[in-house]
């Protein structure tokens, strides 16, 4: 439930946040149509980041740093490609 109290959580935008998702209708309907840098995708924790995340809240980069050795798809997010057919 959109909450008026909370600005628009676009950088730089003071508008109330009664759009959806934490934005003001004007930058909601900019997230929807992906005008945002912001993706529908969740992205990196990692601040200044913006790559889709792979792992553990992280993307491949990142994960691969914060996890050497490790494969990202052991989290589950990632489906197991299909066999062709
Ligand atoms: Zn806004
Ligand atoms: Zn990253």
Avoid: I
Avoid at 14 to 34: I, L, N
Avoid at 41 to 62: F, I, L, Q
């Amino acid at each position: 439930m959109p909450n008026p109290s909370v600005s628009c959580k676009h950088e730089g935008c003071e508008k109330p946040s009664d759009g959806g998702k934490g934005y003001c209708a004007r930058h909601y309907a900019a997230w929807k149509r992906g005008r945002l840098p912001k993706a529908r995708y969740k992205t990196c924790r990692v601040e200044g980041c913006r790559k889709p995340v792979t792992g553990r809240g992280r993307c491949a980069e990142h994960f691969a740093r914060d996890y050497p050795g490790k494969q990202a798809a052991a989290t589950g997010e990632t489906p197991t490609p299909a066999p062709a057919t």
